[in-house]
Every structure is written in C-alpha cells, then in structure tokens.
Nanobody, 120 residues
Framework: QVQLVESGGGSVQAGGSLRLSCVAS????????MGWFRQPPGKEREFAAA????????SYGDSVKGRFTISRDVAKNTLYLQMNSLLPEDTAVYYC?????????????WGQGTQVTVSS
C-alpha cells in the first residue's frame, strides 16, 4: 500500500522559511515523478514543483519559481520542498504527490496534506 506522509508545515512570518518533507513508502518510485501541490483557502489546488525520482531538472510553478526548491533523498525515500522568502499568499495546504511518468497527476498517489500559514 503506497503512502505519502507530509510533515514540516506550520506558521511563519512573511520573509521566513520552512522545509516540507514527504516520506514515501509502499513501492519503488523509479518510474515516478514526485511533486508538491498546494491549495490556498477558497481556491483550487495548484502545481508548485515536481522532479523525476531518478533525477533531472525540476519544474516549478510561476508563483514559487526562484523561492522554492524541490529535492529528494532516494536513500530515505523522502521528498523535500524548501520554501524561502515566504509570502502571505503562500498560505495553503501543501500536498505531496507521486505519479507514474507520463500519466496525469489525478491518477497518482496523494498525501493528506500539511498546513502552511504565512502571516504578514
């Protein structure tokens, strides 16, 4: 059974930093792309960042580019999202996801989410 468990969320002031972690278990992810999505209050879920589990150039949503960095530790089966220069508009529930390369995110695995709140 695949599980994605996020942690690291919390409350921070604008300009601060947080690092989210996502521990993945239940299968090998060599053929998967791992990503972070977020859902601000009252809005739809949006793409934040993604990276192929085997490595390569990550991709970022426009709203986080230059401030967030996605990385993974294959030995620990853990995906990270380093978030710097946080803004109040970064307030959202952040979800970790895994999808087979080439498939749609909606067909993949999702974590339960972790809340990030940025105050001005």
């Amino acid at each position: 059974q695949v599980q994605l468990v996020e942690s690291g969320g919390g409350s921070v002031q604008a300009g601060g930093s947080l690092r989210l972690s996502c521990v993945a278990s239940g299968r090998t992810f060599n053929q998967y792309v791992m990503g972070w999505f977020r859902q601000p209050p009252g809005k739809e879920r949006e793409f934040a960042a993604a990276v192929d589990w085997r490595g390569g150039v990550p991709s970022y949503g426009d709203s986080v580019k230059g401030r967030f960095t996605i990385s993974r530790d294959v030995a620990k089966n853990t995906l990270y999202l380093q978030m710097n220069s946080l803004l109040p508009e970064d307030t959202a529930v952040y979800y970790c996801a895994a999808v087979r390369a080439g498939a749609m995110w909606s067909s993949g695995y999702w974590g339960q989410g972790t809340q990030v709140t940025v105050s001005s």
